[in-house]
T-cell receptor
Framework: KAGVTQTPRYLIKTRGQQVTLSCSPISGHRSVSWYQQTPGQGLQFLFEYFSETQRNKGNFPGRFSGRQFSNSRSEMNVSTLELGDSALYLC????????????FGPGTRLTVL | DQQVKQNSPSLSVQEGRISILNCDYTNSMFDYFLWYKKYPAEGPTFLISISSIKDKNEDGRFTVFLNKSAKHLSLHIVPSQPGDSAVYFCAASESNDYKLSFGAGTTVTVRA
């Protein structure tokens, strides 16, 4: 069974630009969550989608948004990038929104210059 | 405000000895706790979990202890092996909900 895939793996952008990251969940998984990992902060919850609906959102500004498609693939978008947005962005998929069934992808490393 | 804290950023242990990783939380609503292991260039993988109705859960070489009154949990790895060298994250949620709060991680290095 293929794991969670995230594209691209690495990305370099400049301040003010926008970026779109993609996550393909494990086949059959309908829940996709996104996390931001920065040094010293651990992983911080961004948002979760289940059956194309955003069910919860973490404490991030409106510049961070996402969506989920009917095939459960998800994208997250960050507009007007800031230096502090440099981080590893991880997505996790699960059959249902239950914590210990989540499988994480390898992440997208975003660097904002 | 960080609700889950791992105060030791790193831990070095000799192969065959015990590794003890600590985690503290502040939110009394948390009732489900998990440990994840992360290798470089890979996503975190689920290791072991514990519900607040228990104070200990064991899975092979890994044991998690929960002290609810102190809002503290720990992960014991016995015996430690070189393949255990990784970053370990503690996480907590309400009722095994998907919205996890993570600690900053502890980097474990197992020396031969």
């Amino acid at each position: 069974k293929a794991g969670v895939t995230q594209t691209p793996r690495y990305l370099i952008k400049t301040r003010g630009q926008q970026v779109t990251l993609s996550c393909s969940p494990i086949s059959g998984h309908r829940s996709v969550s996104w996390y931001q990992q920065t040094p010293g902060q651990g992983l911080q919850f961004l948002f979760e989608y289940f059956s194309e609906t955003q069910r919860n959102k973490g404490n991030f500004p409106g510049r961070f948004s996402g969506r989920q498609f009917s095939n459960s693939r998800s994208e997250m978008n960050v507009s007007t990038l800031e230096l502090g947005d440099s981080a590893l962005y991880l997505c996790a998929s699960s059959p249902a929104p239950i914590a210990d069934t989540q499988y994480f992808g390898p992440g997208t490393r975003l660097t904002v210059l | 405000d960080q609700q889950v804290k791992q105060n030791s950023p790193s831990l070095s242990v000799q192969e065959g000895r015990i590794s003890i990783l600590n985690c503290d939380y502040t939110n009394s609503m948390f009732d489900y706790f998990l440990w994840y292991k992360k290798y470089p260039a890979e996503g975190p993988t689920f290791l072991i979990s514990i519900s607040s109705i228990k104070d200990k859960n064991e899975d092979g070489r890994f044991t998690v202890f929960l002290n609810k009154s102190a809002k503290h949990l720990s992960l014991h790895i016995v015996p430690s092996q070189p393949g255990d060298s990784a970053v370990y994250f503690c996480a907590a949620s309400e009722s095994n909900d998907y919205k996890l709060s993570f600690g900053a991680g502890t980097t474990v290095t197992v020396r031969a």
